[in-house]
Each structure stands twice: as C-alpha cells, then as structure tokens.
C-alpha cells in the first residue's frame, strides 16, 4: 500500500470515526445530565422528609419505653400483695373477724344486675 492510500484510509477512518463516538458521547452526556438532575431534584424532596420520619421513630421509641414504664408501674400497682400492702401499711385497713349476716324479709326488694 502506497503511503497517499495509507492517509487516505487514516482520514476515513479517523473522520467515519469520530462522528459516531461524538454523537454516542452527546447521548452519553446528556443522559447523564439529566439523570443527576433528577437525582438531585429527589434527593432536595426526600431530605427534609428523611429527616421528619427520623424525629418521628425518636418519639415513637421514647413513647414506647414510657408505655412499657407505665404498664409495668401499673401491674405492679394492681397485684393483690401491693394491694394487701397498701390497705395495711398506709391506710390501717384490717380484716374483720366478726362477720354479719343481715337479713331483710321485704320481698319487693331485688338486687340489680
């Protein structure tokens, strides 16, 4: 091959070429502008959300300790030995060893439901 055919397929190849990859390139830009523009369009959305549903679990979690507190304090509150040791230590309450029984004869009288 003469070196003027040599040149010649170098500026075909190099201008065949380089049309192609340049409007491959253009999409590729392109495409990858747009995708970080969305990306970032979400992202400015997202963010402040992100961060409300994040204070949210705090207080949620804080709640649920609290409940768990309460429910705890309130089976402890309602067992009959705290019961027992309330009416006896703090309020004198003691247990009546005589016991009474009252009789009425009315028969009009009945005991509601």
């Known amino acids: 091959?003469?070196?003027?055919?040599?040149?010649?397929?170098?500026?075909?190849?190099?201008?065949?070429?380089?049309?192609?990859?340049?409007?491959?390139?253009r999409i590729f830009m392109l495409t990858l502008f747009i995708f970080l523009a969305v990306q970032l369009v979400i992202n400015a959305i997202l963010s402040p959300m992100?961060?409300?549903?994040?204070?949210y679990n705090v207080e949620k979690t804080r709640l649920l300790e609290e409940n768990r507190s309460l429910e705890q304090t309130?089976?402890?509150?309602?067992s009959i030995k705290a019961l027992n040791h309330l009416s006896a230590k703090k309020l004198k309450l003691v247990q009546s060893n005589t016991k009474q029984i009252v009789y009425i004869s009315d028969s009009s009288l009945r005991a509601e439901k």
Do not use: D, H, Y
């Open 74 to 78: 309130l089976a402890n509150m309602g």
């Open 50 to 55: 992100g961060v409300q549903l994040e204070a």
């Open 1 to 25: 091959m003469s070196e003027a055919a040599k040149r010649k397929f170098r500026q075909s190849m190099q201008s065949g070429n380089t049309r192609p990859t340049n409007i491959a390139t």
